[in-house]
């Protein structure tokens, strides 16, 4: 929808430890990154790094933006633009920070800011795997296109954005999450203690006895492949449970949600050890009292990176049938399925093409008052 857009978006990725600032037009980046450190423990000077930083964009640039679009680690009021609450990387944002506020006062451009998370799933749904797999069916001969998508990125937490009839959907209180959904295995933990970097390394301490160890997501997942010493087995089981407990979070919201799953973020260079146990869980079977199977997801599940199953999931399964009482017939295509892909566009751009399209389509709706 805004690949093609000449307006200019300024972006920011806030890390506890650096902030980011870029420049976008058409969802690609312009300008080469500005980083300052983020001075988060001092609020005075992590804000005036931030002006210091967005100013220095601005200025790069040879025309004037049309907005600030950026994402905020949580918890925060964002239609407001106010942080504040518990922000580990951000302590001192948590007596509340009317952010949105002071910097449009500063730029005289509107201000949007969102969680990591939704801009995410925005950023796929506009410029990354929804219009590509759209593309994919139309080029298949396919008649069937998505409008819904869940976005979840896998990395230091479990995030999820939702898209909806192709808008982002922020609920009511800016508190769409899934990392407090149950966990699978662990009776009365929350699911993210299962899905995260941290997951990963405390089954391949549990499972190797090696509680000491040192290795990162990815030295685990070159152990699991054979590319360094350690358990090979401790590292395979690591991301097997990852992928079932991630799977069976995801099959809540993909039976409400009923569109395209997409999942991004660094542990995803693991796929292939994650995705067979995740798409498992996400085809699997419940009960009813009177011993029915009755399926976990009640539409097909397809894993989209697969070449084999992306043309069943293009085909479908076309049907004629008569109308009753005269001599018209009709064809549908009677599989409901969805899919899951990983990010095309890398969870860091997907969320700034997320910004960027965010910030353009608010412009557009109030422009259309």
Same mark, same amino acid.
């Given at each position: ?117 939704d ?23 396919s ?10 990125t =896998? +990395?230091?937490?479990? @995030?999820?954005? #939702?898209v909806?009839?192709? /808008? *982002?959907?922020? !609920? ?15 009776d ?37 492949d ?15 449970? =990852? +992928?079932?407990?991630a @799977?069976?979070? #995801?099959?809540?919201?993909? /039976? *409400?949600?009923? !569109? ?59 049907r ?11 064809e ?5 399925? #969805? ?31």
């Open positions: 929808m805004y690949i093609h857009d000449n307006r200019i978006v300024i972006t920011l990725d806030a890390g506890g430890t650096n902030l980011v600032f870029g420049a976008m037009k058409g969802c690609e980046y312009i300008t080469q990154p500005v980083t300052y450190p983020s001075n988060a423990h001092d609020l005075d000077l992590c804000l005036d790094t931030m002006v210091k930083g967005f100013r220095e964009v601005i200025d790069s640039l040879d025309e004037k933006p049309v907005a600030i679009s950026f994402a905020f680690p949580g918890p925060a009021d964002y239609p407001n633009g106010i942080i504040g609450g518990y922000l580990p990387n951000f302590p001192s944002f948590r007596d509340g920070v009317a952010l949105g506020p002071m910097l449009q006062n500063e730029f005289g451009i509107p201000v949007f800011i969102n969680n990591d998370g801009l995410f799933a925005c950023g796929e749904a506009l410029c990354g795997a929804l219009p590509d797999i759209n593309r994919r069916l139309r080029e298949a001969g008649r069937k296109q998505y409008r819904n998508l869940l976005g979840y =896998f +990395g230091t937490g479990f @995030g999820i954005g #939702i909806v009839n192709g /808008q *982002l959907n922020r !609920g009511d209180n800016s508190c769409v999450e899934t990392f407090c959904l149950p966990h699978k295995i662990k009365g933990i929350i699911v993210e203690e299962g899905v995260a970097v941290r997951a990963v390394k405390r089954v391949y301490a549990e499972v190797s006895g090696d509680y000491n160890h040192n290795f990162e997501p990815k030295e685990i997942c070159e152990i699991a054979g590319k360094r010493q350690g358990n090979v087995k401790a590292a395979r089981k690591a991301f097997a449970e =990852f +992928g079932e407990i @799977g069976d979070a #995801i099959a809540i919201a993909a /039976q *409400l949600i009923d !569109g395209i799953i997409v999942i991004g973020g660094g542990i995803t260079a693991a796929r292939h050890l994650i995705m067979p146990s995740l798409m498992k869980e996400l085809r699997s079977k419940l009960a009813t009292i009177g011993g029915d199977a009755v399926n976990r997801v009640q539409m097909e599940v397809f894993n989209l990176d697969d070449p084999d199953e992306f043309d069943i999931f293009a085909k479908g399964c076309t004629t049938i008569a109308v009753r009482g005269t001599n018209l017939s009709v549908y295509d009677c599989m409901k399925r #969805i899919g899951v892909t990983i990010s095309r566009l890398g969870a860091s751009k997907a969320i700034s093409a997320g910004a960027y399209s965010f910030a353009l389509s608010r412009i557009d709706e109030s422009s259309q008052l």
